[in-house]
């Protein structure tokens, strides 16, 4: 064999090393995307269970999440894989499903609020039963509103949006109730503290004599004890009204804010 025919069977023996090694390096970079996307898969799959569990929800911050994330065996590896990709991904998670739920609660409220019916309120007691009923009924009128809505009610990835707008609903109207139920209590309390000021006045008043009237000065209305208590009275009654119109301003806000 000939120097020039030994130089070529050396040159293909490098070519074919050269090959297997390129195909080696190939296949072990493709092995590692492999692996980086079943990694950032689990990952993402760990979210969508957190949302399940009402851990995360379309308005979650990556800051108040991070603890709970970390804490799973999924966080560590897409860590490895960049040290920004945990929070990219849950950013990322979170705001395609924010989008998805404005613009499907949008649909669901006007459901809720038809323009030539009566507006419907969301209790704290409804349930999702109850409310999903509801939202079948407001979009009889037309057959692909209807279709539109069994979508949206049927559609659990990775939480339905009518089971999160009833949440946000049922949160207004146990917050508006609390606010009510304090304004009430407030009322209560001026109340006993007026019927207070009713008795020490009419106690002081016995006890030093002095500003008792002469029975033949009294006319068929009463004497100055009568005036003190329709005075007082008059205070209650006002501050009653002042209260009443603070109560009914929070319902009406309660309502605009379901729309």
Known sequence: MSDSDRQLLFADYVIELQAAEDDKRRRIRDARRRAEKAQREAYRNLLKRMAVEGIIRPHTGWKS???????????????????????????????????????????????????????????PETTLDDFTKLLLEGAESSPEMLSDTRRIINREEPVSTARLYLEELVSIANNSSQRQGSKRRVLQDESSEDEGEIIEEGETTDAGGEQEAPMDTLDSTGGPEDNSI??????????????????????????????
């Open 65 to 123: 999440s991070e603890e709970f994330v970390a804490a799973d065996s999924a966080f560590n590896p897409v860590l490895a894989q960049d040290r920004e990709a945990p929070r990219e991904i849950f950013e990322e998670f979170v705001d395609e499903w924010d989008d998805l739920y404005q613009r499907e609660r949008v649909f669901l409220s006007r459901l809720l609020n038809p323009p030539d019916k009566k507006e419907v309120l969301i209790k």
């Open 230 to 259: 329709t005075q007082a009275e008059g205070i209650k009654a006002a501050r009653v009204q002042d209260l009443t119109t603070h109560v009914q301003g929070d319902e009406a806000l309660a309502a605009n804010q379901s729309v």
